[in-house]
């Protein structure tokens, strides 16, 4: 049973636009949550994370909203720039386990 | 550089063998993880250690092993009790285990094909 969903299995968008990557999760129990960037042969890297006692997280471009009422997070991207293509994982945890949205593909078009 | 080293980066098993894929981390974390990833899935937990001597399994622990005899090492071995095991396989570390509010990074991953 997946915890944590990415419906987008892709998004496209023009350089310089906002991207946005919606992630939703069941488990009112998840306390922290984690945005990973991945390219293609290499691990996933940490961009930004969120604790359950926020709404909205910035760091630089990136920004991470938490809506728990809808269990629902998102990552925006503004403004978006060709080297952000890469394939975006949500995550959340709780307790001891972490667990992976199935990622979205984010194509920048220059 | 601090970092987590994965290797090899391509591996190939042949029916009925073992294979042990290597993970080290000069980060100093204490906790690390392995992670097993096939098209179209996100990563699933196959064990997790939070200290030298201890590990708990994950989700998709069956035909997996693992040892922790050194905090920087976490070899997973991919048994021949492993129906499917070919996928890409991550190695991660965080600094207070599963719990406090600490990311993980990951390794450059392995990936297992049979042949």
């Known amino acids: 049973d997946q915890q944590v969903k990415q419906n987008s299995p892709s998004l496209s968008v023009q350089e310089g636009r906002i991207s946005i990557l919606n992630c939703d999760y069941t488990n009112s129990m998840f306390d922290y949550f984690l945005w990973y960037k991945k390219y293609p042969a290499e691990g996933p890297t940490f961009l930004i994370s969120i604790s359950s006692i926020k709404d909205k997280n910035e760091d630089g471009r990136f920004t991470v909203f938490l809506n728990k009422s809808a269990k629902h997070l998102s990552l925006h991207i503004v403004p978006s720039q060709p080297g952000d293509s890469a394939v975006y994982f949500c995550?959340?945890?709780?307790?001891?386990?972490?667990?992976f949205g199935t990622g979205t593909s984010l194509t920048v078009i220059p | 550089d601090g970092g987590i080293t994965q290797s090899p980066k391509y591996l190939f098993r042949k029916e009925g063998q073992n294979v042990t894929l290597s993970c080290e981390q000069n980060l100093n974390h204490d906790a690390m993880y392995w992670y097993r990833q096939d098209p179209g899935q996100g990563l699933r937990l196959i064990y997790y250690s939070q200290i030298v001597n201890d590990f708990q399994k994950g989700d998709i622990a069956e035909g997996y092993s693992v040892s922790r005899e050194k905090k920087e090492s976490f070899p997973l071995t991919v048994t021949s009790a492993q129906k499917n095991p070919t996928a890409f396989y991550l190695c991660?570390?965080?600094?207070?285990?599963?719990?406090?509010?600490?990311?993980?990074?990951f390794g450059d991953g392995t990936r297992l094909s049979i042949l």
């Open positions: 991660a570390s965080s600094m207070a285990g599963l719990r406090g509010n600490q990311p993980q990074h």
């Open positions: 995550a959340a945890n709780t307790g001891n386990q972490f667990y």
